[in-house]
């Protein structure tokens, strides 16, 4: 083994890793919690797929939704980020209303900016 070695490559990982945690935390992000009601015979799970597919918001918003969410009840709950100078009610919340015929009803369970 070379000395030191192992220090030297745990550093570069580590200063790689603190290098894009500082880029990615350069953008001004605010993080949704949400809770959404299937209209009756409306499969919660398919449902949110293709909420997550169709719901993209403008590309300089960067939505991203999670990858898993939870039901409980019936109800999808789950969250999403999205740039903090998107209007996400308008890029968001009013397109989940535009869905009547799966979508029964939607509440914002919190939202918080990070900086």
Known sequence: AIPG?????FF?????LSSIMVEESKEERRMVAIAIRPCEGVD?????EKIKT?????????LKWDDECKIEGGRIRTSFSIGLEADF???VMEVLEM???EVASQEIIFQSAME
């Open 12 to 16: 570069c990982h580590c200063h790689q």
């Open 89 to 91: 009610d308008e890029e």
């Open 54 to 62: 169709e719901i993209t918001s403008q590309p300089e918003y960067k």
């Open 5 to 9: 070695y192992r220090f030297a490559h």
């Open 99 to 101: 869905m009547e015929g």
């Open 44 to 48: 919660s799970a398919a449902l949110y």
